[in-house]
């Protein structure tokens, strides 16, 4: 039996992005000439944290009565690098662990991305949207053919109003050289003050290796500089990441007969946790120049909103 999720989020989140998308309309009616560009959420939110059933939720709602909003929904993990070029990176520099598979910031195609976000917000026409299946190559994963893409805004139908573009790092912020030194001692210092209390990854890192991914993430910002809001799924304990991981592949294992084994999970986990790390606290400052523009929900280890700040 699959992990339950019970979506207590969408209450919180419909009435924020409407509120959003409402001011949104109403400012570019000002520019009588020219309709309003689309409105572009994004939706950060720790893995297994529950934030499938979530973008699900907020789809059906958009989509429907009364609303009846032209929506489409664009994942980080489809903007991941093809294989070959994944496998280009890990080689170029085979010493850092955090580019040997896609995930971090680096391994996915900004390029490509500015192109659809650009594409969506002058609403031009037949826009294919991007695939990528994670089960080609052994696990490792390639992008889809793009004669296979889904395509929106085709001839004659309404264009999309609303782009929902989520994933696990969706919105985070690089830090400065100064911010990035100071995050990486800290996670030093405190595995040698007390390596038992200490659960993250960071300290394992070397900084260059950190410092690479942190320069890729800077590039990110060309995509988080369109978003009319942000909705970020916290956790009271972003450790609660490994054993939501374990849940689902255990699950996974059970339903389907496949599924990694837990060590896997942990090992796969590692390779997350350290941007989890890095970039939380600067997603729950807010992200955002202007106040009001980011929901922030805290969930439990049972993944139910334990509170919600509008930052």
Same mark, same amino acid.
């Given at each position: 039996? /699959?992990?339950?999720?019970?979506?207590?989020?969408? @209450?919180?989140?419909?009435?924020?992005?409407?509120?959003?998308? $409402?001011?949104?309309?109403?400012?570019?009616?000002?520019?009588?000439?020219?309709?309003?560009?689309?409105?572009?959420?994004?939706?950060?939110?720790?893995?297994? /944290?529950?934030? =499938?059933?979530?973008?699900?939720?907020? %789809?059906?709602?958009?989509? &429907?009565?009364?609303?009846?909003?032209? =929506?489409?929904?664009? &994942?980080?993990?489809?903007?991941?690098?093809?294989?070959?070029?994944? $496998?280009?990176?890990?080689?170029?520099?085979? !010493?850092?662990?955090?580019?040997?598979?896609?995930?971090?910031?680096?391994?996915?195609?900004?390029?490509?991305?500015?192109?659809?976000?650009?594409?969506?917000? /002058?609403?031009?026409?037949?826009?294919?949207?991007?695939?990528?299946?994670?089960?080609?190559?052994?696990?490792?994963?390639?992008?889809?053919?793009? !004669?296979?893409?889904?395509?929106?805004?085709?001839?004659?139908?309404?264009? *999309?109003?609303?782009?929902?573009? @989520?994933?696990?790092? *969706?919105?985070?912020?690089?830090?400065?050289? !100064?911010?990035?030194?100071? $995050?990486?001692?800290?996670?030093?210092?405190?595995?040698?003050?007390?390596?038992?209390?200490?659960?993250?990854?960071?300290?394992?890192?070397?900084?260059?290796?950190? &410092?690479?991914?942190?320069?890729?993430?800077?590039? %990110?910002?060309?995509?988080?500089?369109?978003?009319? /809001?942000?909705?970020?799924?916290?956790?009271?304990?972003?450790?609660?990441?490994?054993?939501?991981?374990?849940?689902?592949?255990?699950?996974?294992?059970?339903?389907?007969?496949?599924?990694?084994?837990?060590?896997?999970?942990? !090992?796969?986990?590692?390779?997350?946790?350290?941007?989890?790390?890095?970039?939380?606290?600067?997603?729950?400052?807010?992200?955002?120049? @202007?106040?009001?523009?980011?929901?922030?929900?805290?969930?439990? $280890?049972?993944?139910?909103?334990?509170?919600? @700040?509008?930052?």
């Amino acid at each position: 039996m /699959a992990v339950k999720i019970v979506d207590d989020k969408s @209450e919180h989140c419909i009435p924020f992005i409407l509120d959003k998308i $409402k001011a949104h309309c109403e400012y570019h009616k000002k520019d009588k000439d020219t309709d309003a560009p689309p409105f572009f959420l994004g939706l950060n939110g720790i893995q297994g /944290a529950g934030k =499938t059933t979530l973008v699900s939720t907020l %789809y059906k709602t958009l989509t &429907s009565d009364p609303h009846n909003l032209p =929506t489409v929904v664009l &994942s980080i993990d489809d903007l991941y690098l093809p294989h070959s070029a994944q $496998k280009s990176l890990a080689e170029s520099q085979p !010493e850092n662990p955090l580019i040997q598979h896609r995930g971090q910031p680096s391994t996915h195609d900004i390029p490509l991305g500015k192109d659809i976000f650009s594409q969506l917000y /002058a609403r031009k026409s037949n826009i294919r949207i991007p695939c990528y299946e994670k089960s080609l190559h052994d696990g490792q994963g390639d992008r889809t053919d793009s !004669e296979t893409w889904d395509v929106v805004n085709k001839d004659g139908e309404s264009p *999309v109003e609303v782009v929902i573009f @989520e994933g696990w790092c *969706v919105g985070f912020r690089s830090l400065s050289d !100064e911010e990035l030194v100071e $995050k990486w001692e800290g996670a030093k210092a405190a595995r040698i003050f007390d390596a038992e209390a200490y659960h993250g990854r960071l300290a394992s890192l070397d900084l260059e290796h950190v &410092s690479f991914v942190n320069d890729a993430l800077r590039q %990110y910002d060309a995509l988080t500089d369109y978003f009319g /809001a942000l909705v970020h799924i916290d956790a009271v304990d972003t450790l609660f990441v490994y054993e939501w991981r374990l849940e689902q592949e255990r699950a996974l294992r059970k339903d389907k007969g496949t599924g990694m084994k837990d060590k896997q999970v942990i !090992e796969f986990v590692n390779g997350y946790y350290p941007a989890y790390e890095l970039y939380t606290d600067v997603l729950r400052k807010g992200i955002f120049k @202007e106040t009001g523009k980011q929901l922030r929900l805290v969930v439990n $280890k049972q993944r139910k909103v334990e509170e919600v @700040e509008i930052q």
